[in-house]
């Protein structure tokens, strides 16, 4: 076996989204191209983002994650040039493998914006990953995912200190309060084959012991597929009404399974789930992500540290175990999908 080549860049990879309303279109179609999507759900999402003049907060919050990210390695003497690549809308990954090519790099470790395993969360990236490596061809660089770290306490006390930040809000402090934690919904079938639920299952429960609430829930939102295919469940919205019908009448929502206040936060959360809090006369507030929080930041540095130096100690707290560096070949499997040459691992 040939000696592995050191890491000589870091690239973040993301999902992308439109900056316009010329972009909202092509972007669902890269989005969703291969999915069994109803066209008419591709254009009821359309309007979400028309809400919002077709723009994602995605592709800047990830600017500032960079920019964030650099300061953070500079401090720790980490000389890793960086760089940015998209699933679906520009910069697009075979642009930016391109790039990174054609100035000499060889070998970068990868932080994905996703904190879970599922098929869209891990498998899919790196199959992406590896069809933008075929599309550039010869010296393409290899891309090294760093490992999942959805239990490392660095993630637990960012998005512990987010809902801290808005206990405040909250009108009457002793009244009794439901704290729910959102994740991206997904269909059963990939929930199957993913650690998904269990992992966010425990990073909820590793927040809400770190902020001392026992009353809280996992729940879903944003589901996109067809209404005869079963996906996890419950959602938000129905969740709460029943809640309201119970008598809540305070509510803590914590986007747990998001990084960024992206579209499905600022839409699901902020504008949806918000009104019909207020037609229960639920009292609601919103946790921020985690977005450039100092301990999301420094987790990321510590992260590639570990694999730049393996002799370092790798945190971890809570009951699952810690993820690998290289994820297995049936890690996120989705038998729905056709697979990729990259799914047999890094």
Not at 17 to 33: I, K, S, T
Not at 136 to 144: F, T
Not at 198 to 221: H, N, T
Not at 262 to 290: Q, S, Y
Request: a negative charge; one cysteine or more; glycine letters at 4%.
């Amino acid at each position: 076996m040939s000696e592995q080549l050191p890491y000589d860049s870091f690239l973040l990879v993301s999902f992308g989204g439109p900056e316009g309303r010329d972009d909202v279109m092509p972007f669902l179609e890269n989005v969703l191209r291969g999915k069994n999507v109803p066209r008419q759900r591709m254009l009821e999402v359309a309007e979400h983002y028309y809400h919002f003049e077709g723009r994602s907060p995605i592709n800047e919050q990830n600017r500032q994650l960079l920019r964030a990210l650099e300061e953070e390695f500079r401090a720790a003497g980490i000389e890793l040039p960086m760089y940015w690549g998209n699933r679906n809308w520009h910069p697009l990954l075979p642009d930016t493998l391109s790039h990174m090519r054609d100035q000499g790099c060889r070998r970068a470790l990868a932080f994905f914006t996703s904190m879970f395993s599922s098929y869209s969360g891990c498998r899919q990236y790196r199959e992406n990953i590896q069809a933008a490596q075929e599309q550039v061809g010869p010296g393409a660089p290899q891309v090294d995912k760093l490992r999942n770290a959805f239990n490392h306490p660095l993630f637990i006390s960012a998005v512990a200190a987010r809902v801290r930040e808005v206990v405040d809000q909250l009108p009457d402090r002793e009244a009794p309060t439901k704290l729910l934690f959102t994740a991206h919904s997904i269909p059963m079938v990939m929930a199957q084959f993913s650690a998904y639920e269990r992992q966010l299952r425990e990073a909820a429960r590793l927040v809400a012991a770190e902020l001392a609430i026992a009353d809280w829930e996992l729940v879903y939102q944003s589901r996109s597929g067809p209404p005869t295919q079963s996906w996890l469940e419950p959602d938000v919205v129905d969740r709460v009404e029943q809640l309201a019908a119970d008598g809540l009448r305070q509510l803590i929502v914590c986007p747990l399974g998001f990084i960024s206040d992206h579209i499905e936060v600022l839409f699901d959360l902020d504008t949806e789930l918000r009104d019909r809090c207020e037609e229960w006369n639920i009292a609601m507030v919103r946790a921020p992500t985690v977005g450039t929080h100092p301990d999301f930041v420094r987790m990321i540095r510590l992260l590639v540290e570990e694999r730049l130096d393996p002799s370092r100690p790798r945190q971890y707290v809570g009951q699952l175990p810690i993820s690998p560096d290289t994820c297995p070949p049936d890690c996120c499997l989705y038998p729905h999908r056709p697979l990729h040459p990259a799914a047999s691992g890094q």
